[in-house]
């Protein structure tokens, strides 16, 4: 396929992403499109080619190889830009290295009592108000509570983390100052945070970060900025995904009463549905951009080095190469292999804790709330304005 002249401006990978994502499967599955800031990127749309791009060593994720007029993506201080989601081997191996020291499985399997308990709090309000939205009241303040506990944030500041991050994750065109205030909020009290924590250190996971950038042993330790940026990304990511999962799943199983009923049937069905939910409408349509370090061919299309990249879990989850029937929803399937979580190096580090949060929240709800409905029709669901990330914007519902 030749390099079009220019790029392409697809309205359906906003509007209706995985109708989109079918066409460009067929059509052109490795596509030059523009990007949300209006520059170019290619997409790639189907599972086997976005499995192999993922695990690709040439596609970068150090935003210093890409050339001018293409795609970039978010836009933060050093301080907060130092992550895993900008790094290639070696500062990324030496960084993820460090940091699975303090984000261990047990670590994981500790939070799952207070997270259940998280939950149970939540229901007991919604079960006062008789219902209301699910995404407010719910999905959106149990991950949040839950990262805070993981990081140390007092439960007084919690209300302030949503408010930064829901500003950062849906930028208002009309105000944007409101995503500048929330950077320099994250970053003010995540610096006065570190501190305290440096001083007195606790049970939490920052601290144990604190202790990794502050030990000169094993191999090299953590840039002050590398700390506050992982700190920033564990908060980001812990939180936006999750609230998207819960969302999703929850709209997935009441707007399909016959998975609902299996669920509810034989719970032990939920890890593999917590996948299926990954796999069906998992929280990221396109993942994090990528540079080529030198010309590539990506499903028999030559993408220039320098140019980005944008490979699409979303769209591979719905891909029948690799998943019979795939835009149907069914808990009992079999969704290993799903890519919403990543692949390669570049993995998600923080998977079990979403899968077990996830999990839990919908095992507490569904048992709460036997006739838990939506309060609207599904058609009247919003949903975010993105091409990175459809979550919903709030889900009414009767208890």
Not at 22 to 44: F, K, Q, Y
Not at 61 to 90: E, I, Q, T, W
Not at 318 to 342: I, K, M, N
Request: hydrophobic residues 45%; negative net charge.
């Amino acid at each position: 396929m030749a390099t079009p002249a220019t790029p392409e401006a697809l309205d359906g990978l906003i509007d209706d992403p995985y109708t989109t994502y079918a066409l460009l499967r067929e059509s052109a599955p490795v596509r030059r499109v523009t990007g949300t800031d209006g520059n170019a990127a290619w997409l790639v749309t189907r599972h086997a080619d976005v499995r192999e791009a993922l695990a690709d060593p040439r596609l970068s994720l150090d935003k210093a190889h890409a050339l001018p007029g293409n795609y970039r993506g978010f836009s933060l201080p050093p301080a907060l830009d130092a992550n895993l989601l900008n790094m290639d081997p070696p500062d990324h191996t030496r960084v993820r290295r460090l940091v699975a020291k303090a984000f261990t499985p047990g670590r994981t399997e500790r939070l799952r009592e207070p997270v259940r308990r998280a939950a149970d709090e939540l229901l007991d309000a919604l079960e006062e108000a008789g219902g209301g939205d699910l995404v407010a009241a719910y999905a959106a303040p149990l991950p949040i509570a839950v990262i805070c506990d993981l990081l140390g944030v007092p439960a007084t500041r919690r209300p302030d983390f949503r408010t930064w991050t829901d500003a950062l994750v849906a930028p208002d065109p009309a105000r944007p100052h409101l995503a500048k205030e929330a950077v320099a909020g994250l970053l003010g009290y995540f610096t006065a945070l570190i501190a305290e924590k440096r001083a007195r250190p606790g049970d939490d996971l920052l601290s144990d970060l604190i202790a990794v950038r502050d030990d000169d042993g094993d191999g090299g330790r953590l840039s002050e900025d590398e700390l506050m940026s992982l700190a920033f990304l564990i908060l980001f990511a812990g939180y936006e995904n999750v609230v998207q999962l819960i969302g999703t799943a929850v709209l997935g199983l009441l707007s399909h009463p016959e998975q609902l009923a299996a669920v509810r049937a034989d719970p032990d069905l939920l890890p593999g549905a917590v996948e299926e939910f990954l796999r069906h409408e998992g929280p990221v349509l396109l993942a994090i951009r990528r540079f080529p370090l030198e010309d590539v061919t990506i499903g028999g299309v030559r993408v220039p080095k320098g140019e980005t990249v944008l490979l699409s879990p979303g769209s591979a989850g719905r891909d029948p190469e690799r998943f019979a029937d795939p835009d149907r929803l069914d808990v009992t399937r079999d969704a290993s292999g799903h890519l919403a979580l990543g692949h390669g190096i570049h993995y998600c580090l923080g998977a079990p804790l979403a899968r077990m949060e996830t999990a839990t929240a919908l095992a507490a709800l569904i048992e709460r709330f036997p006739d838990l409905a939506l309060a609207v029709p599904v058609q009247e669901l919003r949903r975010r304005p993105s091409m990175r990330a459809r979550g919903l914007l709030e889900l009414p519902v009767v208890c």
